[in-house]
């Protein structure tokens, strides 16, 4: 191969990479990291016995994504109140034409699935990414992970009822999500206690991520009562030249807070049966950083 073509290889495979890494690893710098040691890899590997350029590129990614997150797993027990995944800007658009699979790559990456990644083996985690997210024959997943065919598909059996058990049952419908975010966002903005509190299930958390850098509650709030009011609080504190913004995180809509144009918090809900049943609230900058609109 040339040089160019070397490099526009990687780059039409490079938004699945991304995609693995980040399912992986949960934090974009990190994934962006992995993508960038396998282009080091690719570029200065021997390709004549490479048939298929994507599932080289893969087992790479997926290799150096696992040993990050072996890395990373020490650090996160010493994080500081709850771990929710950095934002990710999402829109599928023409690139994933079939809505079917728009809705599988959306649930891959929702916060709520994330989360329950969380507390998979670095294994598990990469073979439920291939094969849940991206559909990959066991055959080639146990290639990638120098592993048996029956012990990935032992595997992943394992780590999906083990999703299926933790994962919140949450609707997904797009158009009901954007309508109870923007109730969720004019009631809070306007003081009305009592809608608010109408559009909260009984039993409602919230979680927060600050990583000790802002603040945010240390412990998930739970009950319709205590979310309700804690956000009632913050909403008659807004930061110095607020503004905010709909965008889609994650598969699903979102409101970005920006203060002095500069991000301040992502608020994320998750709903079941017509009301909130999760509010996810991120405020460590670090993670917010991608999100900068200047």
């Known amino acids: 191969m040339t040089t160019d073509t070397v490099t526009d290889v990687f780059e039409e495979h490079r ?30 590997a021997s390709r004549e016995d ?7 590129l893969v087992r790479i990614t997926t ?3 696992v040993d990050r997150l072996r890395q990373l797993q020490s650090r996160r027990e ?4 709850p771990w929710l995944p950095e934002p990710l800007v999402t829109d599928f658009g023409p690139a994933v034409p079939d809505t079917a699979e728009q809705a599988v790559l959306a649930d891959s990456v929702s916060v709520a699935v ?17 094969r849940e997210a991206f559909g990959f024959p066991y055959g080639e997943i146990a290639t990638t992970l120098d592993r048996t065919e029956a012990a990935v598909r032992q595997l992943a059996g394992r780590a999906r009822r083990h999703v299926e058990e933790r994962k919140p049952r949450y609707d997904v ?12 966002l004019a009631a809070a903005a306007g003081g009305d206690i009592e809608e608010l509190l109408a559009l909260l299930a009984p039993d409602v958390r919230l979680v927060g991520d600050s990583g000790g850098k802002s603040k945010a509650p240390l412990r998930i709030i739970e009950s319709q009562d205590k979310v309700g009011r804690f956000l009632m609080a913050v909403a008659h504190v807004p930061p110095s030249g607020m503004e905010i913004r709909f965008l889609e995180l994650n598969g699903g809509p979102a409101l970005l807070v920006l203060s002095g144009g500069k991000p301040d918090s992502v608020f994320q809900i998750d709903i079941r049966d017509g009301v909130i049943q999760c509010v996810y609230v991120i405020r460590n900058p670090d993670k917010l950083v991608s999100l900068d609109v200047e």
């Open 173 to 184: 419908d797009p158009a009901q999500r954007r309508d109870l975010t923007e109730r969720f």
């Open 114 to 130: 994330l989360v329950v990644l969380e507390s998979l083996s670095p294994l598990e985690r990469a073979v439920f990414v291939l």
């Open 15 to 44: 938004p699945v990479l991304t995609g693995v890494a980040y399912r992986m690893l949960g934090r974009i710098a990190d994934a962006e990291d992995v993508v960038q040691e396998a282009w080091l890899r690719w570029s200065s």
């Open 50 to 56: 490479v048939r298929e350029p994507r599932a080289f």
């Open 78 to 81: 010493a994080y500081v109140g």
């Open 63 to 65: 290799r150096l994504a």
